[in-house]
């Protein structure tokens, strides 16, 4: 089992910026498939970005030019920078992590509001 635990969600203000972190257990991170999603009140789930095991990464069109996904195979972590944040933002943020299934962290509250 990969334990997987967010950080660094909180109340930013429009055109603010945060860095979320997710950090995972275990000795095999670097053959995880990391992706971060979102989902907010009343909404589907939403695949936000995501980062392969090579270092290639995806972006929703609604984040793209915005958001930048990392990871830090070292540290078991993977992040992503959000910038320029706008309250359609605002989300519990989950980190996943794919290894022949599916991990799920209990997410991060990000709120965009003035």
């Known amino acids: 089992q990969v334990r997987l635990v967010e950080s660094g969600g909180g109340l930013v203000q429009p055109g603010g910026s945060l860095r979320l972190s997710c950090a995972a257990s275990?000795?095999?991170?670097?053959?995880?498939?990391m992706a971060w999603y979102r989902q907010a009140p009343g909404k589907q789930r939403e695949l936000v970005a995501s980062i392969s095991t090579s270092g290639g990464t995806n972006y929703s069109n609604s984040v793209k030019g915005r958001f930048t996904i990392s990871r830090d195979n070292a540290k078991n972590t993977v992040y992503i920078q959000m910038n320029n944040l706008k309250p359609e933002d605002t989300a519990v943020y989950l980190c996943?992590?794919?290894?022949?299934?599916?991990?799920w962290g209990q997410g991060t509250q990000v709120t965009v509001s003035s």
């Open positions: 275990g000795s095999m991170f670097r053959l995880y498939f």
């Open positions: 996943n992590a794919h290894y022949t299934r599916d991990h």
